[in-house]
T-cell receptor, first 117, second 114 residues
Framework: DTGVSQDPRHKITKRGQNVTFRCDPISEHNRLYWYRQTLGQGPEFLTYFQNEAQLEKSRLLSDRFSAERPKGSFSTLEIQRTEQGDSAMYLC???????????????FGPGTRLTVL | AQSVTQLGSHVSVSEGALVLLRCNYSSSVPPYLFWYVQYPNQGLQLLLKYTTGATLVKGINGFEAEFKKSETSFHLTKPSAHMSDAAEYFCAVSPRNQGGKLIFGQGTELSVKP
C-alpha cells in the first residue's frame, strides 16, 4: 500500500468558483478525516467518516463545504463559491478503528494546497 | 472545548543539545495525546502517542514524552539533537469517545545549529 493520496496537490482558482478535492485512504482503514491548515497554524479538524457515514462536522465547515465518502473508500471535499479565506492546505487522514484502547494512528496524505485569487 | 498550547513557536538548539518542546492541554478528562512531525514539503508523521498505561512513552528517532496529569502536560524531549531533527512539531489531543478527531496545537518549529 502506498499510503494516503490526495489529488490534486495544488489548485488555483478564482473567487466564486467551485472546487473538488479527492482523498484515497489506506485501503483497509474505516475512518477518514479532513483537516485544514493555514500558514503558521496547526491543522484544524473539519469532518470525519466511519465507513460511508459522516459522523461529525466542525463548525468551521460552512454550508459551502460538503464532503462525501460514497462507498466507504475514497472521499471528496467540495467547496462551493470559494472565497479568499478558503486558501489553505487541505489534509486528509485515515485510520483503522477497532476494539483496542484509543484511536488508531492517523496516516496523513500530502495535502491539497488551495489558492483562491 | 478542549485546546492545546505549545509554548514557543520557534525553538533553536545546537547539535547534540537537549531538545525540549512544551505542550499543555486543557480538558476535564485526560484525552489521548500525540506528537506529530512535519518535515518541509512532507506530510505529517506520528512521532509517539499516549493512550493508556505507562506515562513515559518512547517514539521514533529517539524522541520521548511524558504524560503528567497533574500538570496537564505532554512535553517532548530528545537527549541529543541531530541536524535531521529540524522540522515543525505539533502536539495534538484526541478527546475520548469522539471518533478519534485530533485537535492540534499551533506548532513549534525546531532549528538545529551545527
Amino acid at each position: 500500500d502506498t499510503g494516503v493520496s490526495q489529488d490534486p496537490r495544488h489548485k488555483i482558482t478564482k473567487r466564486g468558483q467551485n472546487v473538488t478535492f479527492r482523498c484515497d485512504p489506506i485501503s483497509e482503514h474505516n475512518r477518514l478525516y479532513w483537516y485544514r491548515q493555514t500558514l503558521g497554524q496547526g491543522p484544524e479538524f473539519l469532518t470525519y467518516f466511519q465507513n460511508e457515514a459522516q459522523l461529525e462536522k466542525s463548525r468551521l465547515l460552512s454550508d459551502r463545504f460538503s464532503a462525501e465518502r460514497p462507498k466507504g473508500s475514497f472521499s471528496t471535499l467540495e467547496i462551493q463559491r470559494t472565497e479568499q479565506g478558503d486558501s489553505a492546505m487541505y489534509l486528509c487522514a485515515s485510520s483503522l478503528a477497532g476494539w483496542w484502547e484509543g484511536p488508531g494512528e492517523q496516516f496523513f496524505g500530502p495535502g491539497t494546497r488551495l489558492t483562491v485569487l | 472545548a478542549q485546546s492545546v498550547t505549545q509554548l514557543g513557536s520557534h525553538v533553536s538548539v545546537s547539535e547534540g543539545a537537549l531538545v525540549l518542546l512544551r505542550c499543555n492541554y486543557s480538558s476535564s478528562v485526560p484525552p489521548y495525546l500525540f506528537w506529530y512531525v512535519q518535515y518541509p514539503n512532507q506530510g505529517l508523521q506520528l512521532l509517539l502517542k499516549y493512550t493508556t498505561g505507562a506515562t513515559l512513552v518512547k517514539g521514533i528517532n529517539g524522541f520521548e514524552a511524558e504524560f503528567k496529569k497533574s500538570e496537564t502536560s505532554f512535553h517532548l524531549t530528545k537527549p541529543s539533537a541531530h541536524m535531521s531533527d529540524a522540522a515543525e512539531y505539533f502536539c495534538a489531543v484526541s478527546p475520548r469517545n469522539q471518533g478519534g478527531k485530533l485537535i492540534f496545537g499551533q506548532g513549534t518549529e525546531l532549528s538545529v545549529k551545527p
